[in-house]
């Protein structure tokens, strides 16, 4: 599975944006999917994940209530809706399939997010 992240931007703090990753490949629909993010000088940690059919999701505690992960399987799409946008949040943001909480592919370019005024 190939994995394209877009939507990213400079936005204002306390603005919105809407990430997607498109995902080529047959096997989307079965896999866990995650988003990801890598902020400047930091480890790229796990910012939203989840399951296969849409039913389960995990977020990190630093972007609960503020980023909804969802998906659509009939268009191999993975969303993130990120709103209250902080500058803490800056980071280049990846998508990723997993199985379980192990990252099975191989990471992309991303998309960067850069929240400032």
């Known amino acids: 599975v190939q994995l394209q992240a877009c939507g990213g931007g400079l936005v204002q703090p306390g603005g919105s944006l809407r990430l997607s990753c498109a995902a080529s490949?047959?096997?989307?629909?079965?896999?866990?999917m995650g988003w990801y993010r890598r902020a400047p000088g930091k480890e790229r940690e796990l910012v939203a994940r989840?399951?296969?059919?849409?039913?389960?999701?995990y977020y990190a505690d630093s972007v609960k209530g503020r980023f909804t992960i969802s998906r659509d399987n009939a268009k191999s799409t993975l969303y993130l809706q990120m709103n209250s946008l902080k500058p803490e949040d800056t980071a280049v943001y990846y998508c990723?399939?997993?199985?379980?909480?192990?990252?099975?592919?191989?990471w992309g370019q991303g998309t960067l997010v850069t929240v400032s005024s």
């Open positions: 490949g047959s096997i989307f629909s079965i896999n866990a």
């Open positions: 990723n399939t997993l199985r379980g909480w192990i990252v099975l592919g191989a």
């Open positions: 989840i399951s296969s059919g849409g039913s389960s999701t």
